[in-house]
Nanobody, 123 residues
């Protein structure tokens, strides 16, 4: 059974930083972070493969967000710097059980999802 638990969301001023964590149980998987803002579709933010050797970022967050993982703790992190009001959303982590070194950006290719954590960036 795969379970994902996100933490680290909150309220921050524009220009500030937050670090999200996603603790996974049930194995080591390629992981993705997605977000959904009010009235918008869920979108890919960042992803990392099982070894951590491959990462992928949405253009909107490149250079500001960093995804990493600690496989000894079965935890994936999303360090978010230089936050903007448009980063406000519910952030979800997701697990991809495919046995591949690739990082997928399509949410339909992810098999398990966390409950989400709210990130609010004030201007």
């Amino acid at each position: 059974q795969v379970q994902l638990v996100e933490s680290g969301g909150g309220l921050v001023q524009a220009g500030g930083s937050l670090r999200l964590s996603c603790a996974a149980s049930g194995g080591t998987f390629s992981m993705g972070w997605f977000r959904q803002a009010p009235g918008k579709e869920r979108e890919f933010v960042a992803g990392i493969n099982r070894s951590g050797g491959t990462t992928s970022y949405a253009d909107a967050v490149k250079g500001r967000f960093t995804i990493s993982r600690d496989n000894a703790k079965n935890t994936v992190y999303l360090q978010m710097n230089s936050l903007k009001p448009e980063d406000t959303a519910v952030y979800y982590c997701a697990a991809d059980l495919h046995l591949t070194t690739m990082v997928f950006t399509r949410e339909t290719l992810y098999d398990y999802w966390g409950q989400g954590t709210q990130v609010t960036v004030s201007s």
